[in-house]
Every structure is written in structure tokens, then in C-alpha cells.
């Protein structure tokens, strides 16, 4: 089992940055890969990033490639989101999400953080 908790987001201007941070807790962390998604309003939850369970492998959105960044400290149990150069088009819920390294689907949820992003 692990358990997410998300901090971090609020109300930033077109331009700025914010830095998301994911708490896990559980035994497991290490064998997970974790990710971040997003859901803005009326629309279903996309992807944002996700970092491997050994930290050797990320993967990006598209629309946020070269401005985002998702790292993790083990140590700590914690992942992070830096988002730079943000843009009000980034406005959402962000989630962060857990996968077991032998499942392909996230099975793991935080309760989401508020980022909005004003012009």
C-alpha cells in the first residue's frame, strides 16, 4: 500500500513557477514508479510526467516537455513537479500517482493540489 499526499500548488502568473511535491508513505515506495496527471475543468485527466521506480527513466507531456521537471528523493519518499515558464493553459488539479513496478496502470492516487496559472 502507499499513500500519497500532494502540496505545493496555488496561484502563480503566466510566466512563473511552482513546485509540486508528492509525500508517500509505505514500505514500497522504492518499487513504484510514480507520476504526475492533471485535470483541468471539463476536461479528463491527462497526463503530465512520470519518473521511473529507479529514477532512470522519465517520460513528459508533450505540451509541457522543456519546462517541467519530476525527480524523486527515496530517501525521503517524496517526488517532485518543478514547473517553470508556466502558462494558464497548466490550470488544473494536479494528482500525483503510484504504479507497482509489474503493473502497467496507476493504481495509487493523492488528492490533487490546485494550480492556476493567471494571464
Known amino acids: 500500500q502507499v499513500q500519497l499526499v500532494e502540496s505545493g500548488g496555488g496561484l502563480v502568473q503566466a510566466g512563473g513557477s511552482l513546485r509540486l511535491s508528492c509525500a508517500a508513505s509505505?514500505?514500497?515506495?522504492?518499487?513504484?514508479?510514480m507520476g504526475w496527471f492533471r485535470q483541468a475543468p471539463g476536461k479528463e485527466r491527462e497526463f503530465v510526467a512520470d519518473?521511473?521506480?529507479?529514477?532512470?527513466?522519465?517520460r513528459y507531456a508533450d505540451s509541457v516537455k522543456g519546462r517541467f521537471t519530476i525527480s524523486r528523493n527515496s530517501a525521503q519518499n517524496t517526488v517532485i513537479l518543478q514547473m517553470n515558464s508556466l502558462k494558464p493553459e497548466d490550470t488544473a488539479v494536479y494528482y500525483c500517482?503510484?504504479?507497482?513496478?509489474?503493473?502497467?496502470?496507476?493504481?495509487?492516487w493523492g488528492q490533487g493540489t490546485q494550480v492556476t496559472v493567471s494571464s
Open positions: 500517482a503510484a504504479r507497482s513496478v509489474l503493473l502497467r496502470d496507476y493504481t495509487y
Open positions: 519518473i521511473s521506480w529507479n529514477s532512470r527513466n522519465t
Open positions: 509505505g514500505r514500497s515506495f522504492s518499487t513504484h514508479d
